[in-house]
């Protein structure tokens, strides 16, 4: 099975407590085979009875991970409430593919810009783990097509107030602050720059909350899975 890889920035006690879930998982499919081994006769089988054996055993495993009943991998956990997210959010139909230019940028608010529209502070503060998953490829494909166009008219909408109104002061002057130093050149721009009106700052506010990403849905089913 092709897979698609994804790193994604959740809360620790999240990645905590799914790892303690996905463990549990894992012994449980641990005592599963033990006693499907067992009610085999395995260990007094040889030869071509052995392999028959082994192989009716693996071909039951992998019809109780399909059913749902076993789950020992992040990967398959997560999946599972992957696809569960999309269904609730009426995001599991079809959907083209997402536009060549814009087909890796999967990570962060899609078409927003890398700096003009940062998340708020307090909750990029508690995203400080990482957790690295792999979806099957056709449930990741969906992700992200999925994310991409529900996003779509709230990104144009983001990138023509953008437009209209340019770069606040408060930016600027973070943007400084991120590459080390806060220049003169920087101070004046920061003084010239436009100030978006209450109303417009509102509109902005708005727009982002519609913008959803893969981020968004993998934390949202990390906290559907162990709550």
Same mark, same amino acid.
């Given at each position: 099975?092709?897979?698609?890889?994804f790193?994604?920035?959740?809360?620790?006690?999240?990645l905590?407590?799914?790892?303690?879930?996905?463990?549990?998982?894992?012994?449980?499919?641990?005592?599963?085979?033990?006693?499907?081994?067992?009610?085999?006769?395995?260990?007094?089988?040889?030869?071509?009875?052995?392999?028959? @054996?082994?192989?009716?055993?693996?071909?039951?495993?992998?019809?109780?991970?399909?059913k749902?009943?076993?789950?020992?991998?992040?990967?398959?956990?997560?999946?599972?409430?992957?696809?569960?997210?999309?269904?609730?959010?009426?995001?599991?139909?079809?959907?083209?593919?997402?536009?060549?230019?814009?087909?890796?940028?999967?990570?962060?608010?899609?078409?927003?810009?890398?700096?003009?529209?940062?998340?708020?502070?307090?909750?990029?503060?508690?995203?400080?783990?990482?957790?690295?998953?792999?979806?099957?490829?056709?449930?990741?494909?969906?992700?992200?097509? @999925?994310?991409?166009?529900?996003?779509?008219?709230a990104?144009?909408?983001?990138?023509?107030?953008?437009?209209?109104?340019?770069?606040?002061?408060?930016?600027?002057?973070?943007?400084?602050?991120?590459?080390?130093a806060?220049?003169?050149?920087?101070?004046?721009?920061?003084?010239?720059?436009?100030?978006?009106?209450?109303?417009?700052?509102?509109?902005?506010?708005k727009?982002?909350?519609?913008?959803?990403?893969?981020?968004?849905?993998?934390?949202?089913?990390?906290?559907?899975?162990?709550?």
């Open positions: 099975m092709s897979l698609m890889p790193v994604v920035a959740v809360e620790p006690d999240d905590k407590a799914l790892n303690a879930l996905v463990k549990s998982g894992r012994d449980a499919e641990v005592l599963w085979l033990k006693q499907a081994r067992e009610d085999e006769g395995i260990k007094f089988l040889r030869g071509k009875a052995l392999s028959e @054996a082994r192989g009716r055993v693996r071909v039951k495993f992998a019809a109780m991970r399909e749902g009943k076993l789950a020992g991998t992040r990967d398959l956990v997560v999946a599972r409430a992957v696809r569960a997210e999309l269904k609730t959010r009426m995001m599991a139909g079809p959907y083209k593919p997402v536009p060549r230019e814009d087909a890796r940028m999967p990570g962060r608010r899609v078409g927003t810009g890398p700096s003009h529209y940062d998340q708020v502070a307090d909750e990029e503060s508690k995203l400080k783990a990482r957790m690295a998953v792999r979806l099957p490829a056709d449930l990741g494909e969906q992700l992200v097509r @999925a994310t991409y166009w529900t996003s779509a008219p990104v144009k909408a983001l990138w023509e107030w953008q437009t209209r109104w340019g770069d606040g002061p408060e930016v600027i002057m973070r943007e400084a602050q991120r590459r080390g806060v220049t003169v050149l920087d101070v004046f721009l920061a003084g010239m720059a436009s100030r978006p009106d209450a109303d417009s700052l509102l509109e902005k506010a727009l982002q909350a519609q913008v959803i990403t893969t981020g968004d849905i993998f934390r949202a089913a990390v906290k559907r899975t162990i709550h």
